[in-house]
């Protein structure tokens, strides 16, 4: 049986646990590409904390890179989720040529344009010193190397769509066990630094992108890669521009944001702010992970519903993963509260870097319990292609409530001020997106008795 069709006739429960489990174990290794860079650097005693100072540096960079694959890769497999719900198989094939072929032109644009401009960029992210000396020796082999990083995230998408997440699962274990590897060789035996950190990175991203391409024109492949698909058309480019725009501002929107958070930590707390917020950063990625691997999982399942229009198995399987996400979240609150000290010492043993940090960790997770749903619902415009909605969402907790936040509550209450406006824009977000969500059941609901 074609595993595609069991998305729309397996019990939800089993089949939510069948796709989110591969991939939030997917997310969490892919998470380590650039956390494990942060505690090998960091304990590294050439670089230490300005390592990791640089690395918080060059984020945004990093994630406007992941930006461009999830703009076509996200984008794309949503539609091609929609279409094999609807029984048209070349249109979903089509969209899975043409968005491989804008996530290759995107990312070689992404490489030429970040080496031209990379030094004013770096300064307008607040580099100066031994700081902007990392950051560019890492930042530029990462450009170098992003074709790979794209093509390993964007076309993951539609592995899962396709109906094997456990290969979707092995991408990114693959990169992942093979930049752990490296990392150690390259930084403390080479004695390269920044750019042994880097060049393990994109050595894992390139096999990772090599085992993609090789499942789209295996056997295995219920749906291959094809030439003749490839050639893109206004049309399927706009389509899948529109459906991957969310995915992409939620991406941008955070390295946007990332910026006024760093430019605001130099100028109230210095080196040691920067360093602390990066292992924070990498902290709370580890353990959001899991929602964000579970709405990966969810959303084939949402997708291809809403192609077939099974709304009771959209709701049902909406409902079951706000649950989970929950439940989730609850238990990352408990673990960064009770395991502060152990968490943060895995990067750094600096005794004020460690101080800093404790102290603000406890104060940035303390409206985590209800992050989870606020993704969720989120993810649920977003894989039914109600697109305006998940942008209004997506800009509105990072450009239009953290951004000013940050900004305003710095000004008067300084650190403190920082901190603080971190839950107060997830609480926010989370009232505006259960607001909406609510408003669409409803409206669901009275189409069904009507």
């Known amino acids: 049986m074609d595993e595609t069709k069991k998305l729309g006739t397996e019990k939800l429960l089993k089949l939510l646990l069948k796709y989110s489990i591969p991939s939030i174990v997917g997310m969490l290794i892919n998470a380590i590409y650039n956390i494990v860079d942060r505690i090998f650097i960091g304990q590294s005693p050439d670089l230490g904390s300005m390592g990791i100072g640089a690395l918080t540096i060059t984020f945004p960079i990093y994630i406007v890179i992941m930006g461009i694959a999830l703009l076509f890769g ?84 539609f592995i899962r769509a396709d109906g094997h997440p456990k290969t979707s699962m092995i991408t990114m274990l693959l990169g992942a066990i093979i ?37 789209f024109t295996s056997k295995h492949c219920t749906y291959k890669l094809e030439h003749k698909y490839m050639k893109p058309d206004w049309k399927s480019f706009k389509l899948i521009f529109t459906y991957g725009l969310s995915a992409f501002i939620i991406e941008v929107a955070g390295s946007f944001v990332t910026i006024i958070l760093n430019k605001s930590l130099v100028k109230y707390g210095g080196d040691i702010a920067i360093s602390g917020m990066g292992i924070i950063n990498s902290i709370s990625t580890l353990l959001v992970l899991p929602v964000l691997g579970l709405v990966q999982g969810s959303q084939p399942i949402i997708s291809y519903n809403y192609g077939a229009e099974n709304n009771d198995r959209i709701m049902d399987t909406v409902k079951i993963s706000m649950l989970i996400a929950t439940l989730i979240m609850i238990a990352c609150f408990i673990i960064a509260n009770v395991f502060t000290y152990p968490l943060i010492s895995i990067f750094n043993q600096e005794s004020d870097l460690i101080d800093f940090t404790t102290y603000a960790i406890r104060i940035y997770f303390l409206a985590v319990p209800i992050v989870g749903m606020q993704i969720v ?72 008795i009507t």
């Open 74 to 157: 996200n984008g794309g497999s949503i539609l091609f989720s929609i279409h094999l719900g609807k029984q048209q198989d070349e249109t979903a094939k089509k969209m899975l040529g043409i968005s491989t072929s804008l996530i290759i032109i995107s990312a070689f644009a992404i490489t030429i344009i970040g080496i031209i401009f990379i030094d004013p960029v770096l300064k307008v992210f607040g580099a100066e010193g031994i700081l902007f000396d990392y950051s560019k020796q890492y930042i530029l082999i990462i450009l170098l190397g992003s074709i790979f990083q794209c093509l390993a995230l964007g076309l993951n998408n």
């Open 179 to 215: 930049n752990i590897i490296l990392d150690p060789i390259f930084i403390y035996v080479f004695k390269w630094g920044m750019a042994g950190a880097a060049i393990a990175t994109i050595i894992g991203q390139f096999f990772s992108s090599l085992w993609v391409i090789l499942h």
């Open 377 to 448: 619902g989120a993810n649920y415009f977003q894989a039914v292609g109600k697109y305006k909605i998940a942008i209004i969402l997506n800009l509105s907790r990072q450009i239009l409530i953290l951004g000013p936040l940050i900004l305003l509550f710095s000004h008067f209450w300084q650190m403190d001020g920082i901190l603080y406006a971190c839950p107060l824009s997830d609480f926010l977000s989370f009232v505006i997106t259960t607001a909406l969500f609510i408003f669409e059941y409803f409206k669901f609901y009275r189409k069904k």
